[in-house]
């Protein structure tokens, strides 16, 4: 499976959280937008966001190509997101769990859908284990029990997911394998259309000893920097290097680990003093004490590139692998929303509510 596809498939896979979490944030957004109104609109929405009879869940909750998915069910997805999310559901509003029900219970319908077209798939207990070795790989093994425990899933149950995930990528994958090709040529076209992307300025590779000031340091305290910068500068002249002192003595903590290494960097992306010393610098060059917001840098300038456009040869690879991704994800959405679409459902919800005029002008925050 294409490392694209696989990326886009995560969308698919234990996601309920996410599912959620949107859904909360979108519910957040409408309601901080309605404490903006006026007093009347809010009273109006304070009073609609409390739950009544009316608003019982009904039971089922949708019929999917006449197999029913019951309140029960729909409540332990819910519940299971709420617990993957660390998100106690005392915390959300009437809207904002409405919004969440939606979410789950339309991820629980596409779940349905690929489940019963990719019932033939085989996946092995090899396809599953890797997976799962995979995932585990990216996080300490305490922080995936953890997050096993607090979603409140066993590690077989996990396997059971993961084992339906992988067979419905693998349906999906088949459905959409003729529409994701890339050519040589598809890239060279968006290569000379976006000729503009491929431009890089010009850039400089530097290092660093930051001598840090603190915004409300006295002016001791700046006067003692310049003189440890000052003092610094020397021992490097006579010979020291330049990236075991900057080790030792740099107040940089995301640098001096690297003795200091900044890495490539375009004018302007460095504050203005420091930028401007780097760049009319040699490479092997030294600053003296330069002065910034920050503190004192003494700079040491490790590598210079003109400015250029990238040949599409150098690019090409990327560019195919882009595209790639691109058609997948327009693909699988094509394709899930058609298998919706076209699908026997019926949802017993009660649907959400239009957001006003007023909301739909506001910008999202």
């Known amino acids: 499976m294409c490392a694209s596809f696989a990326a886009h498939m995560k969308s698919l896979r234990l996601t309920l959280a996410a599912f959620l979490l949107a859904g909360i944030a979108t519910a957040h957004a409408a309601d901080s937008k309605k404490d903006s109104a006026k007093s009347d609109k809010k009273a109006s929405a304070d009073k609609s966001a409390t739950p ?3 608003d019982a869940m009904p039971d089922p909750v949708a019929v999917v190509e006449g197999k029913p998915i019951s309140k029960a069910e729909l409540q332990k997805e819910f519940n299971s997101a709420l617990a993957a999310a660390g998100k106690p559901a005392s915390d959300l509003t009437a809207a904002q769990k409405q919004q969440g029900y939606h979410e789950v219970l339309n991820h629980m319908i596409i779940e349905r859908l690929l489940l019963k077209r990719a019932a033939d798939v085989k996946v092995t207990d090899e396809d599953v284990d890797k997976s799962i070795a995979q995932f585990k790989a990216q996080i300490p093994e305490d922080k995936f029990n953890e997050e096993l425990k607090k979603s409140g899933l066993t590690l ?24 994701v090709a890339v050519t040589d040529a598809d890239a060279q076209a968006f290569y000379d259309k976006n000729a503009d ?9 530097a290092s660093h000893i930051l001598f840090a000031i603190p915004q409300d340091a006295k002016p001791e305290v700046a006067t ?3 003189k440890l910068a000052k003092a610094t500068e020397e021992r490097i002249k006579k010979g020291e290097d330049f990236a075991k002192l900057a080790t030792e003595l740099s107040d940089d903590p995301g640098s001096k680990a690297n003795g200091g290494d900044l890495s490539f960097f375009a004018r302007g992306e460095m504050v203005p003093e420091f930028s401007d010393t780097a760049f009319k610098l ?11 917001q920050f503190g004192y840098h003494i700079i040491k300038v490790t590598g210079k590139k003109e400015a250029r456009t990238v040949p599409f040869d150098e690019t090409k690879d990327k560019l195919v692998a882009y595209l790639k991704e691109q058609k997948s994800r327009q693909a699988v959405t094509q394709l899930i929303s058609s298998l919706r679409e076209k699908a026997d459902v019926k949802v017993n919800l009660a649907p959400l ?6 909301e739909q002008l506001a910008p999202t925050p």
Request: charge should be positive.
């Open 353 to 358: 509510p239009a957001p006003s005029a007023a």
């Open 224 to 226: 003692e920097k310049e």
């Open 197 to 205: 992307k491929f431009k890089q300025p010009e850039s400089v590779r």
């Open 282 to 292: 040699k490479v092997g060059d030294v600053s003296d004490p330069v002065k910034s």
């Open 52 to 54: 009544g009879k009316s």
């Open 156 to 179: 077989e149950k996990v396997k059971e997911n993961v084992r339906t995930s992988l067979k419905n990528e693998k349906w999906i994958e088949s459905q959409i394998a003729d529409k």
